[in-house]
């Protein structure tokens, strides 16, 4: 499947990526993953090269790309075996900056656009509690202003970069009273006082660092508020729509991944004086498999086309999500099943695969929100707002 409108310079491009991820990731990705940390000069090394500022403007040192060159980036870092790293790229890019480009002050955002997209600063978004994960308007961290400061007191988990990371753009309440439209944006530093982080222990994402953050009457100056005070739930909710796309294009990505590594050893492996390839059960499974890929990924290409245009898409995105990610987990669970035993060792990357792809469904929006975002458009006729399409 080859989206139409790629183009030579696309096809050049993703050469080019492939090239310096064989070369800069993944040779160390087993590292990252043993050490549960993946080395900062990465993402150095990624900034030299302007991969880190695929879609931003060229005043802060970024390629100012169409959407396709992202897709792209999603694609080719899905097929390096870690999840883990993967992600942490991904939030840096496309779940967290965003927010700081969209409706940072000129001032903030020459302080930290120009440092993401260098690769010197890594960057998370901090939205779910402990109380208040699929329920955003439900959280209760609060940031109180006095003067020209605001001080925030509560606490988030499951921030990925939340650990490493050096700031977090953070879903608070300035106004309790107000429920969603009391929602704002903070940006606060890792190594502001008051900033304690914690890292889980996970199933899957090894490399990727995943924290449980404390703020306890962090001081963090008003001007570090982004946009407007109120109006952060709004801005989350718009956001999210880049989010899903970017981490459907991942989940699936990582499906084709499997079924590719599936072939190599399915080659190789021989039972009953044949290979496995040349089982007919199995050569139907690996026909089932790439024919769910190809069809859902047809439509992941049409939600990056809606991307390009500016679309606001929430049901597309939506539904590119729910099914991308459900499809991974099944995808990889089916992989891993023609691998015999060696499929739950170690030794094959599969096995990493069948781990970090299981949280596809519960990210970003767990399927069963995609499904209640998707039913309330298609049974209840909510339309949500096309008029914010840019
Ligand atoms: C590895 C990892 C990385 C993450 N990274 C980040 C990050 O960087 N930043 C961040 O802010 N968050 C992050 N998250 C959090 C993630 O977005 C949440 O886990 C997710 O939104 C679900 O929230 P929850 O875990 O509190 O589950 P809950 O909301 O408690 O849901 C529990 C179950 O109930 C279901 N459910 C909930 N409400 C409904 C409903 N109305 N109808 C039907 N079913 C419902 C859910 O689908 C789920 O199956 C990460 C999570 C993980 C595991």
Known sequence: MQATLLTDEHQTFRETLRAFIRKEIAPYVDQWEKEGQIDRSIWKKMGEMGFMGLNYPEAYGGLDLDFYYSMIFCEELSYCYSGGFTISALVIQYMSAPYLLKYGSSALKERYL??????????????????????????????????????????????????????????????????????????????????????????????????????????????????????????????????????????????????????????????????????????????????????????????????????????ECSIAKLQASELAVGVVNRCLQLFGGYGFTEDYKIARLYRDVRVGTLIAGTSEIMLEIIAKMVIDGVDYDRAKER
């Open 114 to 315: 120009p440092s993401i997209i260098a690769g010197d600063l890594v960057s998370a978004v901090a939205i779910t509690e402990p109380g208040a994960g699929s329920d955003v308007k439900n959280i209760k961290t609060t940031a109180v202003r006095l003067g020209d400061y605001y001080y925030v007191n509560g606490s988030k988990t499951f921030i990925t970069n939340g650990y490493y990371g050096d700031f977090f753009i953070t879903a608070v309440k300035t106004d309790p009273s107000k429920g969603s439209k009391g929602i704002s944006l903070l940006l606060i530093d890792r190594d502001a006082v008051g900033v304690q982080a914690n890292k889980l222990s996970k199933l899957g994402w090894h490399a990727s660092d995943t924290a449980e953050l404390s703020f306890d009457e962090v001081e963090v100056p008003v001007a570090n508020l982004l946009g407007e005070e109120g109006a952060g739930f709004q801005y989350l909710m718009d956001g999210l729509q880049l989010e899903r796309l970017t981490a459907a294009i991942h989940s699936l990505a990582t499906a084709e991944s499997a079924l590719r590594y599936t072939l190599d050893y399915m080659e190789n492996r021989e039972t009953f004086g044949k290979k496995l390839q040349e089982f007919q059960a199995l050569r139907h499974r690996i026909a089932t498999m790439s024919a769910e890929i190809e069809t859902t990924k047809a439509f992941v290409y049409h939600c990056c086309d809606l991307q390009q245009w500016g679309r606001y898409a929430v049901k």
